[in-house]
């Protein structure tokens, strides 16, 4: 069932906020600007950094032993990672000798969204009518179900975890690439997670059905023989020795509170586990957790060679160099895609800074069309005339600012793209008052 919301602003409140925004506008206009400036000497810095880096790189070559004549140097280097650690999620009980291993946990939860439609009135008021409706689905986080606009949603539509679990990374310390130790930052780039399969030991799966069955007020299945034997040598192992019976007695859930017969609550398929009574009706409350493993493979670095380990590089600019990539790649490759990712990620920042002065533009105009929207068209007309001027400008504004950064950071090609920009100017001139002299 639908829930609307009707509010409603006079013009005077809509005056005062447009006005009010002005100094916002100025805030994400000078912020836009700064960026652009930023991100283009990061750009030139950090292709010099490249260029300076490919320069002094050597290969490491056999990785089986190490190469104390290389020491301090940059290198690149091709072969296998492996680890002897164990990793361990201790509410599931899984044990892998991995890179990485992953927990991933949703909720079944009640939702609210909204779908808003603005109008103007006549004489520069506004009214806003907001719809929200409620679903269930599975969600990252558990909802606030007390934050729901709808009074009887709040009531009808309660939220409830059944276990309040969170997500969980656990990352491998001891790293080795050949004769070599790989420190964090490197082993933090190593990718390539793949699902895995949640195979739970029947101890595990018991501890878990007792407590979401007290949890859900029903009685869990009775445990196989094996696995009460499996969850006593657990109990003496990390509960507290000879108590191991007493201590399992009292975190059963009573069987009196339990009208509706045994319920298995712990559902394993392939990589993922479900936490609830049914796996095809999820009830709100039940969770989903899913698992990936990240494993040994063949990586490609380029890095400091700093004993039997590695530093990041530190060009004469001050900025860091250093990479891992999956599989093996040539040097002049990996450099190819660091040059090709320092390009990716200005474009992008270009493109965040000029919508940040767009967007700065567009507040501090805003007052204009709040002016005359006592009239609704005649707002609307006004609205979409700054709109596309405050486009207009902060492109050009962000064109300015690089262009002068260019002049800072690489004159020559600064100056050419002036000359360019002049160029393009004078033929749209030139042909304008071409287009006159031709009509007269």
């Known amino acids: ?112 969204q909204s779908q808003s439609e603005t109008k103007q009135k006549l004489g520069g008021g506004e009214e806003t009518v907001t719809t929200y409706t409620y679903s269930a689905r599975w969600t990252s986080s558990p909802v606030d179900s007390s934050q729901f606009k709808d009074p009887k949603a709040r009531e009808e539509n309660r939220n409830a975890i059944l276990a309040p679990m969170q997500n969980l990374k656990v990352q491998a310390t001891n790293v080795t690439f050949g004769a070599y130790r790989l420190p964090e930052f490197l082993i933090g780039s190593i990718s390539g ?12 799966i018991a501890k878990l059905n007792r407590e979401l069955a007290a949890v859900r007020g ?24 000879g108590a191991a019976t007493e201590n399992m007695e009292s975190t059963q859930a009573p069987t009196q509170a339990a009208p509706q017969g045994a319920a298995q609550m712990v559902h394993v398929s392939g990589n993922t586990v479900l936490l609830g009574a049914s796996t095809t009706t999820p009830q709100i409350g039940d969770v989903r957790v899913s698992f990936k493993e ?62 940040l002065v767009c967007f700065g533009l567009g507040m501090v105009m805003a007052p204009l069309s709040v002016l005359v929207s006592v009239i609704p068209l005649l707002g609307d007309i006004v609205g979409a005339g700054t709109g596309l001027v405050s486009m207009l400008l902060g492109l050009a504004w962000s064109l300015v600012i690089i262009s002068i950064a260019w002049l800072r950071f690489r004159p020559v090609i600064g100056i050419a793209m002036l000359v360019v920009a002049g160029a393009f100017v004078a033929l749209l001139y030139f042909k304008g008052h071409a287009r006159k002299a031709a009509k007269a």
């Open 294 to 355: 990240t494993r040994p493979g063949t990586v490609s670095i380029l890095a400091k060679l700093n004993g039997d380990t590695f530093e990041q590089y530190r060009a004469s600019n001050n900025k860091t160099v250093s990479q891992l990539a999956m599989g093996t790649h040539s040097l002049e490759n990996m450099y190819g895609s660091a040059h090709s990712s320092n390009a990716t990620t200005t474009w992008i920042l270009r493109l965040v800074g000029a919508l």
């Open 1 to 112: 069932m639908a829930y609307t919301e009707t509010t409603s602003k006079s013009w005077f409140s809509r005056l005062g906020s447009a006005f009010k925004g002005i100094a916002f506008g100025i805030a994400l206009i000078i912020a836009g600007t700064v960026l652009l400036w930023w991100n283009e000497g990061s750009f030139v810095a950090t292709g010099d950094a490249l260029r300076e880096a490919q320069g002094v790189t050597q290969e490491l070559g056999d990785i089986s032993r190490l190469d104390a004549s290389k020491n301090g140097q940059l290198v690149h280097a091709a072969g296998p990672v492996e680890t002897n650690d164990i990793l361990e999620d201790p509410i599931f009980g899984l044990s892998i000798n991995a890179i990485r291993l992953e927990r991933t946990v949703e909720f079944y939860q009640w939702t609210e």
């Open 218 to 241: 029903v009685s869990p299945p009775k445990p196989s023989a094996a696995a009460q034997t499996a969850e006593q040598e657990l109990w003496q192992i990390y509960g507290g020795g």
């Open 193 to 204: 997670a793949v699902p895995l399969n949640a195979n739970l030991s029947e101890a595990a």
